[in-house]
């Protein structure tokens, strides 16, 4: 016979009182929220106002000040990224400004960044999840020693003050909230789009810090050759369009796709579709909509024979107006969809494509004729 087991320890207390430890005294000092303005090649990313608005509610929420980090070659571009960032809600703008950081470079930048965070020492610093952003976040936490929430979808503070980072998790079924409890800054990026764009409001007065690079051309091993711009001009701007129109394995076929392109044609739209389609090689990845792939916030959006499965539904529900098309009357899409068309929509799209065909091009008649 086996000797009895001994009972498991009890389980610690849940939640996350039980984990929350005192703040190292040398982190004690670290104040304020900042936003990195991200630019490449003289243009702002849109994601790092949307940043800006979110950054102003948390730093209003702490009572602290809300910083723009711009990083660049001394110029234009940088001069109107900080006047933007005063208009986007700054209070203060970090600037490094040097003509090693003209390109994008991950040691340049992140030389930088935590030059400026060790200085200046923020509690919180927010990114944008883009290729850029997501480079240099990773960079910078592992430099610094501290946690990242990577494609965080919803940012808020707790009562003790720490950043709550909400992302999805388990696929997607579930989203955690995590915190960096022990170490500053707290740090998180977050994808575009998933947070509005704030209001611009005129001003053009706030403080500027310029800091110096800490590094020189020679200490950098990566060196830009050469510029090749993206070669598919074409390229989709899902994130950003006003009307979006998509398609789903409701529509059988890749062939019947092509309804949904001519709808979204009709209409000055961009067109996408949801995960399977891309996995089946009907659709580009740079297409797909939701948790894996692009989050949209357009005024209008025409989903096609899409179940709505929470990954699909995560990416759209920012949408102005959800407009539903599918036979089966409990698809979940119907579940947050403000319009639901209970119908089948291979033969549905064509009849639509038709009706805008004509009614815009009356309307831009009109117009012409007015
Ligand atoms: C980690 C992870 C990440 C994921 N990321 C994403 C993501 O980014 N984006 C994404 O979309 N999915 C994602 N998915 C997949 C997701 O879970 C769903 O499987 C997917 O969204 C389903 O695609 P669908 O709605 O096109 O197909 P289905 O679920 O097969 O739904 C087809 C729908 O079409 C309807 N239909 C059938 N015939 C017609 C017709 N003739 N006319 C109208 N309607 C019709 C059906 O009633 C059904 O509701 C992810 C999954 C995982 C596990």
Aim: overall charge neutral.
């Amino acid at each position: 016979m086996s000797e009895p087991k001994t009972p498991p320890a009890p389980a610690a207390a849940g939640g996350r009182a039980s984990t929350k430890k005192e703040l190292p005294e040398h982190f004690k000092a670290y104040k304020h929220v900042w936003v990195y303005i991200e630019q490449e090649r003289g243009q702002v990313h849109p994601v790092s106002w949307e940043l800006m608005g979110e950054g102003r509610k948390l730093a209003d929420k702490l009572g602290v000040e809300l910083g723009a980090v711009v990083l660049g070659a001394e110029g234009e571009t940088v001069r109107g990224a900080v006047a933007e960032a005063f208009c986007y809600g700054a209070d203060i703008a970090y600037v490094v400004a040097d003509p090693v950081l003209t390109d994008y470079r991950n040691e340049a930048y992140t030389s930088a960044m935590t030059d400026l965070v060790n200085t200046y020492k923020p509690e919180i610093l927010l990114l944008g999840a883009t290729t850029l952003g997501r480079d240099l976040a990773g960079a910078v936490a592992t430099t610094l020693l501290t946690g990242l929430t990577a494609d965080s979808t919803e940012l808020d503070v707790d009562t003790d003050g720490s950043l709550a980072a909400t992302r999805p998790t388990f696929g997607g079924s579930l989203l955690c909230t995590i915190y960096t409890l022990n170490y500053r800054p707290q740090m998180a990026t977050v994808r575009p789009r998933v947070m509005s764009m704030p209001i611009r409001v005129e001003k053009p007065v706030g403080r500027v810090i310029e800091h110096k690079l800490g590094v020189v051309e020679d200490d950098i091993i990566t060196k830009i050759l050469s510029f090749l711009p993206d070669r598919d001009s074409n390229k989709a701007n899902l994130a950003y369009a006003d009307v979006v129109v998509a398609g789903g394995m409701g529509l059988g076929s890749p062939e019947n796709f092509q309804l949904v392109r001519q709808l979204a044609q009709a209409m000055g739209a961009e067109f996408g579709c949801s995960r399977p389609l891309v996995q089946k090689g009907w659709v580009s990845s740079d297409r797909q909509i939701g948790q894996t792939g692009k989050t949209i916030r357009p005024r209008l959006y025409i989903a096609a024979g899409i179940s709505g499965a929470i990954q699909h539904r995560v990416g759209v529900e920012g949408a102005d107006l959800i407009v539903a098309i599918n036979t089966d009357k409990n698809a979940p899409i119907f579940d947050f969809a403000h319009v639901g068309i209970v119908t089948d929509a291979v033969r549905f799209l064509p009849l639509l494509t038709e009706a805008f065909s004509k009614r815009l091009s009356a309307h831009s008649r009109d117009k012409l004729a007015s």
